[in-house]
């Protein structure tokens, strides 16, 4: 059950990422697709970065 709770945390982690990039370009009005590579690839690094303190504690 851990293991689908962990899952459950990943996709819910990445949707809000996705949220989060979704209104932040909307905000800014990205332009480029060069632009918005590197955004998608600065987005990851954050999640990657700050992922493990959006889980749960209780896994």
Request: hydrophobic residues 50%; charged residues 15%.
């Amino acid at each position: 059950m851990s293991r689908l709770e962990t899952l459950l945390s990943a996709v819910v982690c990445l949707l809000m990422a996705v949220i989060l990039y979704q209104a932040w370009s909307w905000m800014i009005g990205a332009g480029d697709l060069l632009s918005e590579g590197k955004n998608i690839v600065e987005q990851a690094e954050f999640v990657r970065k700050y992922s493990p303190l959006l889980m749960p504690k209780g896994t």
